[in-house]
């Protein structure tokens, strides 16, 4: 995952569109059911119930919840979720973990998804988004392969390959993929443009995984990560798909996304609207809506300052400006058409920036700030412009 990670997003996520707590949620294809018994366990979730397709799984799940007590919360059944019989407008919600690039019905699920919600409800997932079968664009191995030529030959000894020093990155033949397991990413593409057929999406944030997948598979234990260049090495690497992805040069091949329901599903998305849509320069986010733009970078506060002109480093004068130490970083990202984003979520588009001393002063769009949303202590991002 890409960029910077503060505790857990289905927790995130969870605080933010399942309280107060959803009545009743469908789970699909969950696996061991960890991730969703965390979600009625933590109080975002009242009554569940869940479908996956390995029985195995299933009495295993099963057996956990029970010695848990949460077996009249949490419904664990065996079967195609399709044939089921589910009522319409039955579940508040829908939540699937890295599930969804296995269906092969992939359309159908959605109907599905959409029928069995009540007006209004929500569908959140965490899913890879990227090429089917994960035959991953050229350009992505391109850019990877001349990383990789950077590298030592002590770092590109492939585990799984006895050790080679690899001269590539290896990119799977769609052979392999199919025999391996053909359900794997079979219609990923389509995850985004059914989405947002059926779905108004409320939240979507990509994460990248496009070079972290591929790139460090058979590598990684050549690294040394109580080593201070092993872990410059990696950052740097890490730093390089961050750029890519929020300059739009890359996809990502990741990402969280909560919908609610559409009244009436998109008859048709147009031919426009498709393409580019895991870049994040991709041209539909006006037309569907404000959404995350690019991968989130850092966190920042307001300087903990206040007199006659400011209070917790936001002006009083009627002009909407705050301020904040000068690191580094905050030069990077505070610059001219970048947005602000608060913590309540509202955004401000930035139109001056000036230096003084060891600040940066902030002049933003619109009316005077609020020093309660924008002042020290609490949090503030930025999203890069597109």
């Known amino acids: 995952m890409t960029g910077e990670l503060e505790g857990d997003p289905l927790q995130m996520i969870a605080d933010k569109f399942l309280t107060p707590p959803v009545k009743r949620m469908l789970a699909v294809g969950s696996g061991l059911a960890f991730k969703e018994e965390s979600l009625v366990k933590r109080g975002y979730v ?57 269906f092969y019905n992939i359309e159908e699920m959605f109907q599905l998804f959409h029928y069995v919600l009540k007006p209004g409800g929500q569908l959140l997932y965490d899913e890879y988004i990227g090429p089917d079968h994960h035959m991953y664009e050229r350009q992505v ?37 199919l025999d391996m ?37 058979g590598i990684l234990p050549n690294f040394n990560f109580d080593d201070v260049k092993d872990q410059t090495i990696a950052r740097l690497i890490i730093q390089m798909e ?61 300087a903990n300052f206040s007199d006659d002109n400011w209070t917790n480093g936001v002006g009083k004068l009627g002009v909407p400006v705050f301020f904040l130490p000068a690191s580094r970083k905050a030069m990077i990202d505070f610059v001219v058409g970048n947005r602000v984003i608060f913590y309540d979520e509202s955004e401000r588009k930035i139109i001056n920036v000036e230096q003084n001393e060891q600040s940066l002063i902030i002049t933003l769009e619109g009316n005077q700030l609020d020093p309660n949303i924008v002042g020290f202590p609490n949090k503030i991002q930025v999203s890069y412009a597109v």
């Open 46 to 102: 009242e009554q569940l119930v869940v479908f996956e397709a390995s029985e195995v799984a299933v009495e295993s799940a099963k057996a956990r919840i029970k010695a848990d007590g949460l077996e009249n919360k949490i419904e664990i059944r065996t079967g195609d979720v399709t044939a089921a019989g589910l009522e319409r407008d039955s579940f508040d919600a829908v939540f699937i973990q890295a599930a969804i690039h296995h």
């Open 141 to 177: 191995f391109d850019l990877m392969d001349e990383i990789n030529d950077c590298l030592d030959p002590s770092y590109k000894k492939d585990a799984l390959r006895n050790n080679e020093v690899r001269d590539e990155v290896p990119q799977a033949t769609l052979e392999w993929m």
């Open 181 to 217: 397991d053909p359900s794997e990413g079979v219609h990923s593409a389509e995850i985004l443009p059914l989405t947002y057929k059926y779905f108004d999406v409320e939240f979507r944030n990509d994460y990248g995984g496009t070079f972290m997948r591929p790139f460090f598979v």
């Open 242 to 302: 961050e750029w890519l992805l929020r300059y739009g040069v890359i996809p990502s091949y990741h990402t969280w996304v909560v919908g609610k329901k559409r009244e009436t599903p998109i008859e048709k998305m147009e031919s426009e609207d498709i393409p580019n849509i895991n870049f994040s320069n991709w041209k539909g986010w006006e037309k569907f809506g404000s959404q995350s733009i690019a991968p989130k970078v850092r966190d920042y506060k307001a």
